[in-house]
């Protein structure tokens, strides 16, 4: 069974690509996806003063009833928190503010004057309150809930598996570097190039892997990247520091039985660092880390070549 050429449009601050398998789903899937996406915006973002996260935040130190899409959105951080030990936690929301993450990358200047930093650990999920059956949460005051980190491999499980079912097609999606394949892949499975950025051009430095369901996440402190008076500044937060990941990866792929399991994994591996690859290994995971001078190390029976 054949699958369509790809469709891309801009979504969540970065690209989304839909591809089916037979191409006839196509248009009755990108009508899933587009309405999955828009209603995670309008949901989880922290740059929208419409979002129901903004508002969350707003009103830290009560209780604030949710929808069931931020309901389920805020549980998946909670839990990639605890299986990663902290590693990937929401609540560092402040902590990107200080290194100047404070709107939608698309608009953020690349360079600019040095920042006076206030270094602020995250505060942690274990005073976060979750509600589950009056479904809301409370949030301690002075603390900022950040869904950057499990979101976009939420939105992109959630459209896969919402098109797949409607369509009874194949169906991969894409946000950046978060891929979620579900229902019958093509006969050789779905083609995927793993590069540090989704938006390089044809022939960047990379790897072709090809997988057949589940996820398949890249993460790379090279993408949604800046600079403060000379430092170089990126959008992932070591929670227990509150600086950007600092270690000897500059991007990481895993495959997983989701894409939230897959981002998990990848933005873990960069908090970790020299840990990564052992941690990894000990998770089962197939996965792929690149060094900051372009060696590639592999981990968890990730293919080689």
């Given at each position: 069974?054949?699958?369509?050429?790809p469709?891309?449009?801009?979504?969540?601050?970065?690209?989304?690509?839909l591809?089916?398998?037979?191409?006839?789903?196509?248009?009755a899937?990108?009508?899933?996806?587009?309405?999955?996406?828009?209603?995670?915006?309008?949901t989880?973002?922290r740059?929208?003063?419409?979002?129901?996260?903004?508002?969350?935040?707003?009103q830290?130190?009560?209780?604030?009833?949710?929808?069931?899409l931020?309901?389920?959105?805020?549980?998946?951080?909670?839990?990639?928190c605890?299986?990663?030990?902290?590693?990937?936690?929401?609540?560092?929301?402040?902590?990107l503010?200080l290194v100047?993450?404070v709107?939608?990358?698309r608009?953020?200047?690349?360079?600019g004057p040095?920042?006076?930093v206030?270094?602020?650990?995250?505060?942690?999920?274990?005073?976060?309150?979750?509600?589950?059956?009056?479904?809301?949460?409370?949030?301690?005051?002075?603390?900022?809930?950040?869904?950057?980190?499990?979101a976009k491999?939420?939105?992109?499980d959630?459209?896969?598996?919402?098109?797949?079912?409607?369509?009874?097609?194949?169906?991969?999606?894409?946000l950046?570097?978060?891929?979620?394949?579900?229902?019958?892949?093509?006969?050789?499975?779905?083609?995927?190039?793993?590069?540090d950025?989704?938006?390089?051009?044809?022939?960047?430095?990379?790897?072709?892997?090809?997988?057949?369901?589940g996820?398949?996440?890249?993460?790379?402190?090279?993408?949604?990247?800046?600079?403060?008076?000379?430092?170089?500044?990126?959008h992932?937060i070591?929670?227990?520091?509150?600086?950007?990941a600092?270690?000897?990866?500059r991007?990481?792929?895993v495959?997983?039985?989701?894409?939230?399991?897959?981002n998990?994994?990848?933005?873990?591996a960069?908090?970790?660092?020299?840990r990564?690859?052992?941690?990894l290994?000990?998770q089962?995971?197939p996965?792929?880390?690149v060094?900051?001078?372009?060696s590639?190390?592999?981990?968890?029976?990730?293919?080689t070549?």
């Open positions: 069974m054949k699958a369509t050429s469709v891309t449009f801009p979504a969540l601050g970065t690209t989304a690509t591809v089916t398998s037979p191409p006839s789903a196509g248009p899937a990108l009508e899933v996806l587009k309405a999955e996406l828009a209603a995670i915006d309008v989880c973002s740059f929208r003063t419409d979002a129901e996260l903004v508002a969350v935040n707003r830290a130190g009560r209780w604030t009833t949710l929808s069931p931020l309901f389920a959105a805020i549980d998946v951080a909670l839990q990639v605890h299986q990663t030990d902290g590693a990937v936690d929401p609540t560092v929301g402040r902590s503010q100047g993450y709107r939608d990358f608009r953020l200047d690349p360079d040095a920042l006076q206030e270094l602020r650990p995250a505060p942690g999920v274990e005073r976060v309150e979750l509600d589950r059956t009056r479904r809301r949460v409370r949030i301690p005051e002075g603390t900022e809930l950040d869904l950057g980190a499990t491999a939420f939105a992109a959630l459209a896969a598996r919402q098109a797949a079912t409607r369509t009874g097609a194949g169906v991969l999606v894409g950046g570097g978060d891929l979620s394949a579900y229902g019958q892949a093509p006969e050789a499975g779905w083609a995927v190039r793993v590069t950025d989704h938006r390089g051009p044809e022939g960047s430095p990379g790897q072709d892997v090809w997988i057949n369901s996820g398949l996440a890249t993460s790379s402190t090279t993408v949604r990247a800046w600079r403060r008076g000379g430092e170089a500044l990126h992932i070591d929670p227990s520091t509150g600086r950007c600092q270690g000897p990866w991007t990481v792929s495959a997983a039985a989701s894409c939230v399991d897959a998990a994994a990848t933005t873990a960069l908090v970790l660092g020299w990564a690859a052992g941690w290994e000990a089962g995971l996965a792929r880390l060094g900051h001078d372009g590639v190390v592999t981990a968890g029976g990730w293919p070549g």
